[in-house]
């Protein structure tokens, strides 16, 4: 499975941006796509996941009420709609894959559990 991630830019606060996900290869090995993110000296952190056939959706405190991940699996493809933008939701946005079975028993979806990572699309909210 690869990924690639698109759609990021600068925004002022208050603004909206729509990054995109695309999956190729075997995608039929996908049990779940994330997205986290990682501002500038600080961890990479979990934003939301959406499972690849049901569509189950669960989103970090941060941004919910704000960002709405989707899928569209005619196109192999997650979206993250940022609304209400601030600026501390700048960061390099990850999306990112998870094999089955490796979010089984997690309470909180972390890094470990995401085998394959797409490159990052810089998110920058001015003020």
């Known amino acids: 499975v690869q990924l690639q991630a698109c759609g990021g830019g600068l925004v002022q606060a208050g603004g909206s941006l729509r990054l995109s996900c695309l999956a190729s290869?075997?995608?039929?090995?996908?049990?779940?796509v994330a997205w986290f993110r990682q501002a500038q000296g600080k961890e990479r952190d979990f934003v939301g996941v959406i499972s690849w056939g049901a569509g189950s959706i669960f989103y970090a405190d941060s941004v919910k009420g704000r960002f709405t991940i989707s899928k569209d699996n005619s196109k192999n493809t997650v979206y993250l709609q940022m609304n209400s933008l601030k600026v501390e939701d700048t960061a390099i946005y990850y999306c990112a894959a998870a094999d089955p079975g490796s979010l089984y028993g997690s309470h909180y979806p972390t890094t470990s559990n995401f085998q394959t990572w797409g490159q990052g699309t810089q998110v920058t909210v001015s003020s």
């Open positions: 290869g075997r995608t039929t090995k996908i049990s779940a």
